[in-house]
């Protein structure tokens, strides 16, 4: 069974500590919301987990995954950024990330499913960049049914989202937590899903 192990984490950004002695676990099935003010480090939180900020001080452990690969080598991170070539094709899109991610061919034949799951199959032809900010936030999604990795990290996945796009996001995460994976999702508003809640940063 996968978990990933925080011990005393400590974040600094700018030379600012954004949160210090930060311990959890969270583990195969579980889903976490980070909760907290603005700037108590949700995000530099995922971005730690994902290997984009260094931790400085502590340390992060995962316990039944890869020996060989770093803790972010296991996860997707989908961030405030969509991450797209406004120039690529809906489909070039998710191609290129399939590919980026380390799909292989059985990943591959997954990119239409990824599509359809998200409501973009109908687009898989247009250019990216006249997407609207909900059709966006979809197509960056996709990543997270294209290529399998067990934990998603989450920066407000709801972000963008109508209602039914919602309910659709609820269901997949529903689905990937049943497969045993791991999700921390970073929201001001409701996840979706049940989820333990994790609290970070200073008192205001």
Request: hydrophobic share 45%.
């Amino acid at each position: 069974m996968m978990r990933l192990n925080a011990d005393a984490l400590t974040c600094q950004r700018g030379g600012r500590i954004v949160f210090r002695d930060l311990s959890f676990a969270v583990t195969a099935g579980e889903a976490v919301q980070v909760v907290g003010r603005n700037g108590a480090g949700k995000s530099s939180l995922l971005r730690m987990i994902a290997g984009l900020v260094r931790v400085e001080a502590g340390r992060l452990s995962l316990e039944g995954g890869d020996p060989e690969a770093a803790i972010g080598e296991h996860a997707h991170y989908c961030g405030h950024q969509d991450a797209f070539k406004s120039a690529l094709t809906v489909a070039e899109n998710l191609s290129f990330w399939t590919a980026f991610l380390g799909g292989g061919r059985k990943a591959a034949d997954g990119i239409g499913d990824a599509l359809g799951r998200l409501g973009l199959e109908n687009l898989a032809h247009l250019p990216a960049g006249y997407l609207s900010a909900g059709q966006r936030r979809r197509l960056a999604l996709a990543r997270l049914i294209s290529v399998k990795r067990p934990i998603w990290l989450l920066d407000e996945p709801t972000a963008a989202l109508d209602q039914a796009s919602q309910t659709v996001l609820a269901g997949i995460m529903t689905e990937h937590l049943a497969g045993g994976g791991l999700i921390l999702a970073a929201t001001h508003g409701p996840l979706g899903i049940a989820a333990r809640e994790l609290c970070i940063g200073f008192p205001a």
